[in-house]
């Protein structure tokens, strides 16, 4: 007798229509306004996640095998104290740590994927289905800030932020999204937050500038995502990565810079755009945190961290509301 595990199911608050609609707007304020600031949601179509994998594998890449290091050390400790029944995970993340989080979880009976690619999710619920058998595994095609009413799930939930993602939002941000983390919580549930703290900015820049020029390629896609999706002439040749240590923001900043001065054509918004020589389009900030003062943000925002790990690099918060 086979035995067959049901299909996930994914609810889709998000549609490919809106994402397309998203990304025009972003793009047409991004070239309105100066300094030019783009969402780093773009970065992250099918090439440029395929990308950032490849970036995790880097060597001087420390964050991703830092954190799943201190997962595995650490995650039974905090399952433990949070006693979760259900892990929604927001950012599909890797289901590497996705896993080593789930292997130590005894007694959980729900696993929820929140991110705003269908197609992340679609790849990596499967894979977890056939793993977890006896878990029940459901998809929210979503906003980290905005659909977390769309997870309510089991009776106690972890609501799990790996990877440093939280860094990748501007201060205002990343405060509207703990109070809406704090609101969708009910008593006794937690988060789970994964940050890169701050280091010497030798080996931040070593991290998101690597030899090889990974990183630039994961960058510079941005740009041909631009161009697929609204018809733009931005050519990639004359665009350089540049991932600069800011240290008024504590924050890695990326950004991509044209050699000589460009005149970009957006056929589909039926702009035309003037950058002079060294003139930055900013991509992605990378936040860094000093602990003390991130869980004074966290208090702030009505999230009280319960549990700290950290290896001196990364570090893992639990906090509950
Ligand atoms: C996984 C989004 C947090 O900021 O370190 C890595 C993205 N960008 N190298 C990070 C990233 C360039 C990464 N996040």
Known sequence: MTHQTPTPRVLTL???DWAAQALAEDVRRALA??????????????CGSALFEAITRLEPYYPFRAERQLLADHAAELLAVACPDAVVELGAGSSEKTRQLLDAAEGLEHFMALDVSASAIGDALPGLAQRYPSLSLSGVVGDFSEHLHATVVGERRMVVFLGGTVGNFYPDERRDFFR????????????LLGVDLVKE????????????GVTAAFNKNVLAVVNRAL??????????HVARWDAEHQRMALSLVPSTAQRVRVKSLDIEVQFEAGEALHTEISTKFRLP?????LRGCGLAPTRVVTDGDVALVLATR
């Open 231 to 240: 018809d733009a002439d931005f050519d990639l040749r004359d665009w350089s």
């Open 201 to 212: 900015p030798r080996r931040l820049v070593a991290a998101y500038d690597d030899p090889q």
């Open 33 to 46: 306004t100066s300094p030019h600031i783009l969402s780093p949601r773009w970065l992250y179509d099918s």
């Open 14 to 16: 998000l549609t490919e």
């Open 180 to 191: 809406a983390v704090a609101e969708s919580l009910r008593p006794a549930e937690s988060l």
């Open 293 to 297: 003062a991130l869980q004074d943000e």
